[in-house]
């Protein structure tokens, strides 16, 4: 019996701008156009015969059609990504050196590297934590991964994940406060940021309809570690990914204050000397894929 399936080309499309809430988003990870994207929705809308997105003037809302296809979707496409994974690994093996920034490897990373070992026994993850931005082409480093917007000269690189960040505090911040607090309250916290992502909060600040701001006084550190310090200390609230905050949320020395999450172009990649191709990395970046869409 054959089966009656959409065209995957459809379903990828559909999938990536239903998780990013954007076609122009969605695009950017196919590298493809927003009109092409856009092309394959509406072919794929008409096939089923339904309205997979109400479209706004700046967005688009999944209907509730369009949810739940979403959902079945991205994790069909999870699974085909892992037993593609699997099918391909048998000759791939050895070591892999990966230099990584301290907060990620520590909060993030390390602690999932036993789930990607599990799957691949013949090969090795030796991550090296540094706060410093190796040049690959002269280190003994096969890759890097690294915070950033995805622009590093020489460099090929992967994107993992974009930011999507949410404000949150310890407790004892907003003790006696009722939640989920509102946008104007929260930006009378005390703030803070890290120094090279000081738009997030304006960008959150008009998402949230806090109306239009140059800028957000908002304490500034140098690193993201640091920032994160003043957070769990109760100094400050900052705004941070889920991803990241999640084991102390469930721990309850953070909470969110506010359910409002706004994508930002920076985020997780993976990087490579532009010159080299190791197939081992792109296993690598696309179990990385992976774990940073499933839940913890």
């Known amino acids: ?38 092309h394959q929705i509406k072919a794929l809308e008409q096939s089923l015969n ?48 990966i230099t990584v920034a301290p907060f990620f490897g520590n909060r993030w990373l390390l602690p ?44 090929s690189s992967t994107l993992i994940f974009r930011d999507q960040v949410r404000p949150v505090c310890a407790p004892q911040l907003v003790e006696g406060i009722g939640l989920p607090m509102a ?27 806090a109306g239009t701001r140059k800028s957000v006084d908002a304490f500034t550190y140098e690193s993201r570690a640091f920032m994160f310090d003043a957070a769990l200390s109760g100094q400050s609230v900052i705004l941070a990914d889920p991803r990241m905050t999640s084991a102390d949320e469930q721990a309850g020395r953070l909470i969110h204050l506010n359910p409002l999450t706004v994508e930002r172009p920076h985020g997780i990649h993976i990087v490579t000397d532009s010159r080299i191709s190791d197939p081992r990395i792109d296993l690598f970046a696309e179990w990385l894929k992976h774990e940073a869409r499933s839940p913890d």
């Open 1 to 38: 019996m054959s089966r009656r399936l959409p065209s995957l080309n459809q379903l990828r499309a559909f999938e990536a701008a239903a998780r990013h809430e954007s076609i122009k988003l969605g695009a950017e990870e196919l590298c493809v156009t927003p009109a092409a994207v856009g």
């Open 50 to 97: 339904t309205a997979l997105f109400h479209r706004k003037t700046r967005k688009i809302i999944l209907t509730d059609a369009g949810r739940a296809l979403a959902a079945t979707v991205g994790q069909a496409l999870d699974d085909l990504e892992t037993a593609a994974a699997n099918a391909r690994t048998s000759d791939l093996s050895g070591c892999l050196r």
């Open 112 to 155: 999932r590297l036993p789930r990607f070992l599990a799957l691949h026994p013949g090969m090795t993850i030796k991550p090296s934590l540094s706060f410093d931005y190796e040049n690959l082409g002269n280190t003994d480093f096969d890759a890097a991964v690294r915070f950033g917007a995805g622009a590093w000269e020489g460099l």
């Open 183 to 209: 946008p104007e309250d929260i930006l009378g916290l005390p703030l803070a940021c890290a120094h090279h992502w000081r738009d997030d909060w304006v960008a959150w600040a008009e998402a949230a309809g």
